[in-house]
């Protein structure tokens, strides 16, 4: 049996191979989580035993395990009882773990996160998928991978995302703080608590220090901010008229209700039906967005505004904002962003800045963090559900118009402004 060196365990890690043994009587390396870790086999009573030591180079380098195996033996041959509080008071004593913990029989990192991920693609979109798997794959978390996900602390984690922020990425560390909050939330719902042992909340407004990004300096580049409420009214008070009536349209759509260039651009007529209140009999015009169209990949619904309603009752069926320049037969959502460039509008925002200036202000009113998401359709940190009965579909609808509401009075002050100078 060949002497393990380092070049042999490199080209192991790399192979298919799942085990290598060294010349060390009882001494193997086995993939745990796709990373070498080491195991001594003994035999008590004629049955194999397998005793975890340590993740090889995290942990153990070769001479470690060696001597930490031969330890071991030799306390087997002296007649000592192992098992796994002996291995863990040896870990202690070596320095590997700060105390002697009882092994954990909960699913690793590695294994909750794929779990987590399955849960994504079945629920949300490709896109977003796609996007939660290349977080994942971020290096600092290969250390976690083989841990068991309920010893893993939000110490740890912090640690990570904090490191990835003084790399200068600050975005990058914002985005995974989301996803590892959405995913903890998700592995400690009622339907999950059991098989992952998760601490409820332990993620709670988990988030890197805020830090500054140096913007990058591109010759002739316009930072694209927020837009102000007056901004906002410019448009709608005579902003928009040398533009097209269908654009015009999507446009004002956009500005008043925060909608994502897609929603806007894939809303058909069926999808607007004039409804009241059951409990008031007030009217409302509902717009009911499918879940095809919808980056949460669920169902969407909004109370329209008055000022939008001649956005939708202009068109009799199908779509919205038709385009006969388009193969679907709608306008394109990136049309949206280009009318608000350089070449058309020239304004100092793009359409997803709306969407921050809609938050703003409803935060602004004190109607709760999370209450923008009800009206822009964000689906992180949100769980339970998402199928309302009649009476919570309106309810919940009520509140929306509320909500939307802030943004909406924001605005109208601002209309006021302009006839007040204008007289």
């Known amino acids: 049996m060949p002497r393990l060196t380092v070049a042999s365990i490199e080209a192991f890690h790399r192979s298919e191979a799942?085990?290598?043994?060294?010349?060390?009587?009882?001494?193997?390396?086995?993939?745990?989580?796709?990373?070498?870790t080491w195991y001594l086999r003994t035999q008590t009573s004629g049955q194999d035993m397998l005793w975890l030591l340590g993740a090889w180079r995290r942990e153990l380098e070769i001479d470690d395990a060696r001597r930490f195996a031969s330890d071991l033996l030799y306390d087997l041959q002296r007649g000592v009882t192992i098992n796994d509080e002996y291995v863990a008071k040896?870990?202690?004593?070596?320095?590997?773990?700060?105390?002697?913990?009882?092994?954990?029989?909960?699913?690793?990192?590695?294994q909750a996160q794929r779990a987590y991920l399955e849960h994504i693609r079945a629920e949300r979109a490709a896109a977003t998928y796609a996007d939660y798997s290349k977080a994942f794959r971020e290096p600092l978390?290969?250390?976690?991978?083989?841990?068991?996900?309920?010893?893993?602390?939000?110490?740890?984690?912090?640690?990570?995302?904090?490191?990835?922020?003084?790399?200068?990425?600050?975005?990058?560390?914002?985005?995974?703080?989301?996803?590892?909050?959405?995913?903890?939330?998700?592995?400690?719902?009622?339907?999950?608590?059991?098989?992952?042992?998760?601490?409820?909340?332990?993620?709670?407004?988990?988030?890197?220090i805020e830090r500054k990004a140096k913007p990058k300096l591109i010759p002739g580049a316009?930072?694209?901010?927020?837009?102000?409420?007056?901004?906002?009214?410019?448009?709608?008070?005579?902003?928009?008229?040398?533009?097209?009536?269908?654009?015009?349209?999507?446009?004002?759509?956009?500005?008043?209700?925060g909608q994502r260039i897609?929603?806007?651009?894939?809303?058909?007529?069926?999808?607007?039906?004039?409804?009241?209140y059951p409990r008031t009999e007030r009217p409302v015009l509902v717009w009911r967005m499918p879940s095809d169209n919808l980056k949460s990949k669920r169902p969407h619904a909004i109370p329209v505004p008055k000022a939008a309603y001649w956005t939708v009752e202009r068109i009799q069926e199908g779509w919205l904002f038709p385009s006969d320049d388009s193969s679907s037969g709608h306008i394109y959502p990136g049309s949206l962003t280009h009318l608000f460039g350089e070449r058309d509008l020239k304004l100092p925002f793009t359409p997803h800045k709306v969407r921050t200036a809609l938050t703003t202000a409803v935060r602004a009113a004190k109607l709760g963090r999370d209450a923008p998401k009800?009206?822009?359709?964000?689906?992180?940190?949100?769980?339970?559900?998402?199928?309302?009965?009649?009476?919570?579909?309106?309810?919940e609808l009520e509140e929306k118009e509320a909500?939307?509401?802030?943004?909406?009075?924001?605005?109208?002050?601002?209309?006021?402004r302009r006839k007040r100078i204008a007289a």
């Open 90 to 110: 040896k870990r202690v004593a070596l320095g590997l773990d700060d105390s002697v913990v009882a092994p954990s029989s909960k699913p690793s990192f590695i």
């Open 18 to 36: 799942k085990k290598i043994s060294d010349s060390q009587k009882g001494l193997l390396l086995r993939k745990k989580a796709g990373w070498p």
């Open 374 to 395: 009800l009206i822009l359709d964000h689906a992180e940190n949100r769980s339970g559900d998402v199928t309302l009965t009649h009476y919570d579909f309106w309810e």
């Open 141 to 208: 978390l290969d250390p976690l991978e083989g841990k068991p996900i309920d010893r893993i602390t939000r110490e740890e984690l912090a640690e990570i995302v904090d490191q990835i922020s003084l790399s200068g990425r600050q975005r990058s560390a914002e985005k995974l703080a989301v996803i590892l909050s959405g995913m903890w939330n998700h592995l400690s719902h009622d339907s999950n608590i059991r098989k992952y042992g998760l601490e409820r909340g332990m993620l709670r407004r988990f988030k890197p």
């Open 403 to 416: 909500i939307l509401g802030a943004w909406l009075a924001e605005i109208d002050a601002a209309l006021e």
């Open 222 to 257: 316009v930072i694209k901010r927020e837009p102000t409420p007056d901004e906002i009214a410019a448009l709608l008070d005579g902003g928009l008229d040398e533009i097209s009536e269908t654009m015009r349209a999507a446009t004002t759509l956009l500005l008043l209700t």
């Open 262 to 276: 897609t929603t806007i651009a894939n809303a058909r007529r069926e999808h607007f039906t004039r409804e009241h």
